[in-house]
């Protein structure tokens, strides 16, 4: 739990000194991490192919790293607003919210519990807005303790409430696909979708490719299609999800190639510990926000 903290924050630091576009799709270093602790720590056995999609990733994260566009220097919030608010990016905002709405009042009640795209593509969408509000909010952190306060403009409050909104989204959707498909499925096409999602988003609001030139912005998209390529072949390497039933409690303890770890491959709040006594449709926010965490805390608690 403390390392997964650590790795938290270091993530969040990482979105304030460089660009989006080189960090999310870096996300994916973190399976290679777990795959070769699991394979020394928990005696689990890498296979070649595993071998082939940790070499796959490091190579494609190589690629990004050296062909990556340089962080743009940002002096106040206010500046960070006036690249939200270009007509680009609010067209891309107002979209994204459009699409997660009818995928959440049209397309979850109806399709949600057979087509795994609906709660993917929800949590994907929602989730490149979430980066975009994360990294304003770190921005203004780090102008803040530079000694200019950023507190005192409303935009690093309306920044700060929609990262929560979409945070809280973002992580109830990807509880319920986990929910309801199989891990070595949601894992890499929840990557694909969602790094596709904030590298677009990214390179509309912070223009991060303008003056790159394309055999950069190619070798970019290679080195991200190479670390895909990887994920998705690890993912494929690992045991099933087992299932685990106390108390009337349904949790699946199951990791990237770590069975003994509680379900924080893609998001470390991801833990999911449902009742089936409340039905997912009826799930209030209310009942997201205090009964789910505390059972939980509980069911953490069982194993100590």
């Not at 630091?13 to 290679?32: D, H, N, Q, R």
């Not at 190579?59 to 007509?87: D, F, K, M, N, Y």
């Not at 499925?185 to 303008?210: E, G, H, W």
Request: hydrophobic fraction near 50%.
């Amino acid at each position: 739990m403390l390392t997964m903290i650590i790795g938290e924050i270091a993530n969040f630091v990482a979105y304030i000194y460089a660009p989006a576009v080189l960090v999310t799709p870096l996300g994916a270093l973190s399976i290679i991490v777990s795959a070769v602790l699991a394979h020394f720590m928990l005696k689990e056995k890498l296979q070649k192919m595993g071998m082939l999609g940790c070499l796959l990733c490091i190579v494609g994260s190589t690629v990004i790293v050296l062909h990556a566009p340089e962080e743009r220097s940002i002096s106040s919030i206010e500046e960070i607003w006036e690249l939200a608010t270009q007509p680009a990016f609010l067209l891309y905002t107002a979209s994204a919210v459009a699409t997660a709405l009818v995928l959440i009042f049209y397309c979850a009640p109806r399709y949600g519990q057979t087509n795994i795209m609906v709660y993917i593509g929800i949590c994907s969408v929602i989730g490149s807005l979430t980066v975009m509000s994360i990294k304003a909010i770190g921005i203004a952190i780090k102008l803040t303790l530079e000694g200019t306060n950023q507190a005192k403009y409303f935009q690093t409050w309306i920044f700060a409430m929609v990262a929560i909104t979409c945070i809280i989204t973002q992580l109830n959707y990807l509880n319920m696909a986990l929910d309801t498909f199989n891990t070595t499925i949601v894992s890499p096409i929840y990557y694909a979708l969602f790094t596709s999602f904030t590298i677009l988003a990214s390179a509309i609001m912070f223009k991060d490719y303008s003056g790159q030139s394309a055999s950069n912005i190619a070798s970019e998209l290679c080195g991200f299609i190479t670390v895909l390529s990887g994920t998705t072949v690890l993912h494929s390497t690992r045991d099933p999800d087992t299932p685990l039933i106390t108390g009337g409690q349904k949790a699946f303890v199951s990791e990237n190639f770590g069975s003994l770890s509680i379900y924080f491959s893609i998001s470390p709040l991801r833990l999911i510990s449902c009742n089936p006594k409340f039905g997912r449709s009826k799930l209030s926010l209310f009942k997201h926000l205090v009964i789910w965490p505390v059972m939980k805390l509980k069911f953490l608690l069982n194993l100590l």
